[in-house]
């Protein structure tokens, strides 16, 4: 462990001149170089090394070679100098327009100023931009980097006139990259969200994206091979650390922090909690906790999104394809930031569906528990003694308890949060609280008579809930009239069937009736 963690560290010149694991990624900026396109654009959630990227492309094309000995691309290009114009929006002020049309105006002026060539300081930020790049190109062609290209816009939201009016302003200066074609070298623009072209790129209109590319799906984050390239001393010190045989910390290690995809094929780990966890030696919520999807959770209930619908959504290329402030598409929003990710694909190439799911249990953990805080008004100190009962009386079997503890949750959700007579809200919730458990949980399970509400797989049991109003006895009349226990009858473990009945007037449950099967008692 002769080489520091880069935990926070996204200059390249930094990493490599400070002795900072550097994961070799020069491969990728080497196909994009000799591809034969200049104009590059690359959706990836935060924290997951953008900034790095960006710092790496600029060291390259800066022609500091000596950085770069002993990494993949040293010896394949000719390190020629180029003037480069680097713009990382997280350090702009953009909270007005105004503030965003002067902020882009200085930058051009202090980048003048580094190269040593004048500009008109009296004219507008995008002409500034025009003449800054075609003095620059007296010297060599230019290269831009855009850094947090979105920002301006995504961390407005919440003000739509002012995202929508620093959208135009993006738009209008993002235009002047194609009209000076003849001056420039190379450009590559990064961000979270991914607008559609006639939003935010309509005058740039010749960039190759690459964000769902097979060929660029690992140029960030950690893959299997990396990280055993990179971390095997620290991987071989969190086993001994945790008294755990390295190749079973690696198995719950993927299943924390693996499991990032961009084509379905090819999954990487999430660099910035495996770089904490390294540094911990301790599973935990690093990247989660970085960042709250309040707007998200907001935005599922507005639209009354089905939660259990989070864990396999459908969407084709084009749902991904955009990021609309005045129609947000759910899907494309939980995707691109990171909360859900491409876990297969289907159907042909030239229409092909991709299927959704939480990338990891970290990522899956902790949006439910944003979800059940939503959806129960408790904070997770609350809910967390509730969900600990829950867990233990599902452990021992013991119903009662375990709809006491139910509904114990329910009785501490204010009466006004509640959805009058909707069973889905009820789902919902207890959806959410077994999925906290750990428990093997199945939503909304398809038989050949119909949908069941809810199956939970135990080591000794399987409960098949169905849930109603008022009336726990019609819940379950209903598992056996349609049968939904029959496809679980050659597990050969004890079936419970149990209907679930609510009470509006009391917002809570009613009560539940219970009829145990075996294998045996009923295999018709």
Known sequence: MNKKLPVGVQTFGKMIRQGY???????????????????????RPRRFGKSLLISTLKELFLGNRELFEGLWIYDRVEWTTYPVIHIDFSNLNYETPERLKNSLSLLMDRCAEEYEVSIDRGSDYKLKFAELIRRLSKINPVVI?????DKPII??????????????????????????????????????????????????????????????????????EELHHYFEDRIEAAAEHLNTPADELMTTIAGWYDGYSWDG???????????NFFQEFRFDNYWFSSGTPSMLVKLIAEKNIPIPTLEDMVADST?????????????????????????????????????????????????????LKDFTHQQF????????????????????????????????????????????????????????L????????????????????????????????????????????????????S??????????????????????????????????
């Open 21 to 43: 694991i550097y994961v070799d990624k020069t491969r990728y900026i080497y196909d994009m170089l000799s591809s034969g396109s200049q104009y590059y654009f690359l959706s």
């Open 145 to 149: 980097l855009v850094d947090e290209y």
């Open 155 to 224: 961390d407005m939201v919440d003000q739509q006139d002012v995202a929508l009016q620093n959208r135009d302003i993006l738009r209008n200066f993002y235009s002047t990259i194609k009209g000076s074609d003849e001056y420039l070298q190379f450009a590559f623009l990064t961000g979270v969200s991914k607008f559609s072209r006639v939003s935010v790129f309509s005058g740039l209109n010749n960039l190759r994206d690459i964000t769902l590319s097979n060929n660029f799906s690992t140029l960030l984050g950690y893959s299997e």
């Open 265 to 275: 094929e090819n999954f990487v780990y999430n660099p910035f909690s495996m770089l």
């Open 319 to 371: 749902v991904l394809d955009s990021f609309d402030i005045e129609n947000m598409e759910v899907a494309s929003l939980l995707f691109q930031t990171g909360y859900l990710t491409i876990k297969k694909t289907s159907g042909p190439p030239d229409d092909r569906l991709l299927h959704l799911s939480f990338p990891n249990r970290e990522v899956k953990e902790s949006f439910l528990h944003h979800l």
């Open 381 to 436: 100190s609350q809910s967390l003694r509730i969900l600990t009962e829950l867990k233990k009386s599902l452990q021992e079997d013991n119903l009662d308890a375990f709809f006491g503890a139910m509904a114990s949750l329910f009785a501490s959700i204010p009466y006004n949060i509640f959805i009058a007579r909707k069973e889905a809200y009820y789902h919902t919730v207890i959806y959410l609280a077994l999925s906290l």
């Open 438 to 489: 750990e428990a093997e949980i199945q939503s909304e399970v398809q038989t050949n008579n119909g949908r069941l509400d809810a199956v939970i797989h135990t080591d000794a049991s399987i409960y098949i809930m169905e849930f109603k109003i008022d009336s726990p006895q019609q819940a379950l009349a209903q598992i056996k009239e349609k049968r939904y226990h029959q496809k679980y009858l």
């Open 491 to 524: 597990t050969h473990k004890e079936i419970k069937l149990i209907g679930v009945g609510f009470d509006p007037n009391t917002r809570n449950i009613s009560g539940f009736e219970t009829e145990i099967l075996t294998p045996k008692s009923d295999n018709k």
